[in-house]
């Protein structure tokens, strides 16, 4: 494990901020998706000629812009302490500590607060309400 614990306060104060960086990455993620799909049908249409050739080197060149601005966006959220958990949902974790275990403080897109936890080596799934009195710890 490296990087900051977080108060769930401290947390929650960056939460606007992520939550529009959250947005971007859903969005990019799914501009991937399509350039990606783009390049594929344009590799798959090509036949060797100049004007073919041209586009399969415009939809890469459009892949690699696209995911230069995913990878910073990554990059921001990494910057600010958290980890992209789900591209296409938005799920953000940050490390903190609850009732002494460090744990991850769980953020999912739409949500006004973080309100969850789940240990290290879970997921989202077992992700659990923070408890009320270890919520500022």
């Not at 080197?57 to 789900?86: H, P, Y």
């Not at 006004?112 to 500022?136: D, M």
């Amino acid at each position: 494990m490296k990087g900051k614990i977080f108060t769930v306060d401290e947390a929650n104060r960056m939460l606007p901020l992520v939550a529009r960086i959250a947005d971007d990455i859903v969005r990019t993620y799914g501009e991937v998706n399509t350039a990606l799909q783009a390049y594929e049908a344009a590799k798959a249409a090509a036949g060797g000629d100049d004007a073919s050739e041209a586009e399969l080197r415009r939809r890469d060149a459009e892949v690699g812009e696209v995911l230069d601005r995913f990878q910073a966006l990554i990059q921001e959220i990494e910057a600010l302490g958290g980890t992209v958990k789900d591209y296409e949902r938005g799920f953000i974790d940050f490390y903190g500590d609850v009732a002494g275990e460090i744990v991850y403080l769980c953020w999912t897109r739409g949500e006004t607060s973080i309100g969850h936890w789940h240990r290290l080596e879970e997921g989202y799934a077992k992700r659990r309400a923070l408890p009320v009195l270890g919520a500022a710890a």
